[in-house]
């Protein structure tokens, strides 16, 4: 008989320890409350993630998640003349929102793992509307430092926004990393993406939020869908922000995790590169050998991510999971090399 094996999602960066118990007890006792509407405004949630980042509630939009606003930024804060600037080895919604949304994409090519400002700001014109960028990158895990940050933005005009997108903001521990939200009272063209759906462990609620000027609020507070935001994810966000041990124990257990799996994977021969996020990146020396070790990953029940579904044959992304799915790996890794 063939014995079932566990399988472990390693492909998304969700949060291994589950969601904030604090956020699922308030979906618990909110739950009976369902048949009710939420408000039009999620003006406890704007307060509460307003103080969380010392700015004012005016500052703040809440969304059914990052891609909302993504979407928003692409759709309404540009022409269909005016483009969007990003790398080709990031996070694939802002090309895909370009694309939906009918505006010319135009693409920076990474030379290496890391986000070259100076090649971006080369293809910038005077067509350049919205500027996006992950940082930490998905998927490469690595970050643009405060003083490049701050290059790029005296460079560019104010009249561009510069979308800085900190999905996982909350794992990074190199301290040049920048203080956006200090950068933002000089360049209020800067608008920083948050969400949910990583430290939060709330992914499947869809829950974001954008910092900004309050203008540029104002407009996408106006065009978003009325009442897009659920009542669970704004009474689980309000529960999580408030769930200060659980973050701390989800970005403890990342970071030495973290080390630990570059460490033992670097140290078995292959290339790893340096992560501040909560995933791995890994490119190969050809097509054929990332798929093999796809396959055999996979067939150990370690659902990691191949980033040929995103146009880049040569790599795999490897979320940090719970100790025992990270110890998988590496075992698993030890025997293919
Ligand atoms: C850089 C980045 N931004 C945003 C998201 C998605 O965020 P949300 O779930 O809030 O839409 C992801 C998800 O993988 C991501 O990697």
């Avoid at 203008?215 to 009442?227: A, F, G, N, P, Y």
């Avoid at 909560?278 to 029940?301: A, H, S, T, V, W």
Wanted: hydrophobic residues 35%.
């Amino acid at each position: 008989m063939k014995t079932q094996i566990e399988s472990y999602r390693l492909m998304s960066n969700e949060n291994p320890l589950g969601p904030s118990p604090k956020a699922l007890s308030a979906i618990h006792s909110f739950s009976e409350k369902i048949h009710r509407y939420p408000g039009w405004v999620p003006k406890t949630l704007k307060e509460k993630l307003a103080t969380l980042n010392a700015v004012s509630p005016e500052n703040i939009s809440v969304s059914s998640g990052s891609y909302e606003l993504i979407n928003l930024i692409t759709r309404f804060l540009m022409n269909k003349n005016e483009e969007v600037l990003t790398f080709d080895n990031t996070f694939v919604a802002y090309y895909l929102s370009a694309k939906r949304n009918r505006r010319k994409c135009v693409i920076s090519k990474m030379d290496s793992p890391h986000c070259n400002l100076k090649n971006l700001k080369s293809l910038q014109n005077e067509k350049t509307k919205a500027i996006f960028f992950a940082n930490p990158n998905n998927p490469t895990g690595t970050i643009i430092n405060h003083d490049s940050l701050r290059e790029l933005l005296s460079t560019i005009p104010k009249t561009v926004f510069v979308v800085s997108d900190e999905a996982y903001i909350e794992y990074v521990t190199d301290v040049s990393y920048p203080d956006t939200i200090q950068l933002q009272k000089d360049f209020p063209n800067l608008i920083i993406l948050r969400t949910f759906s990583k430290i939060y462990g709330l992914a499947g609620l869809r829950l974001g939020y954008g910092i900004a000027s309050k203008e540029i609020v104002k407009k996408l507070d106006q065009v978003r869908i009325l009442r897009s935001l659920n009542a669970l994810a704004e009474k689980a966000g309000e529960a999580a922000i408030d769930d200060i041990e659980y973050v701390e124990i989800s970005a403890k257990h990342n970071a030495t995790e973290r080390e630990n799996m570059y460490r033992e994977i670097a140290s078995l021969g292959y290339n790893i590169i340096p992560s501040q996020a909560n995933f791995l990146y890994l490119p190969f020396e050809n097509n054929d050998r990332k798929n093999f070790i796809y396959k055999q990953l996979g067939d150990q029940g370690l659902m990691v991510c191949d980033l040929a579904d995103f146009g880049h044959n040569k790599s795999l992304r490897i979320s940090i999971g719970t100790i025992e799915a990270n110890q998988k790996v590496i075992d698993c890794l030890g025997k293919l090399i």
